[in-house]
């Protein structure tokens, strides 16, 4: 049987929704389907490496909590993992923040400054 209500979990950067998304680009809830939005408000400069990473962590953190049940606090969980690996990517300078983008929230921490050591 399907869900009725769709269960999702959104953070800052990661939003995770147990849903497919129809021929209308409308989420259909699911229990067999997660959908992930990573960055919505594109508040990051993104690369396809640092993108497939991303990916390949939703996929390794959806695979060990295969067999629980699919409720709201798990999403939540997956959600938050995720979203401090996005921080990791940030920190590392695998990303940036974009700087034209809609908002400057600087969510994750100022952004690291070079120093000018002639000065």
Known sequence: MENTTLLKSTTRHI???AAEI???GELVP??????L?????????WNED????VHYKFDELVEANSGADLTDYNLRRIGS??????RNLLQSGEI???LTAR??????GLPQVAVDEDK
């Open 103 to 108: 908002v400057t929230n600087y969510s994750m």
């Open 30 to 35: 699911s229990n067999q389907v997660l959908t």
């Open 96 to 98: 940036s923040y974009n």
């Open 22 to 24: 129809d021929r209308d």
């Open 81 to 86: 993992d995720l979203e401090h690996y996005v």
């Open 50 to 53: 640092a993108l497939q990473k």
């Open 37 to 45: 939005d990573i960055d919505p408000d594109n508040e990051f400069n």
């Open 15 to 17: 939003r995770i929704f």
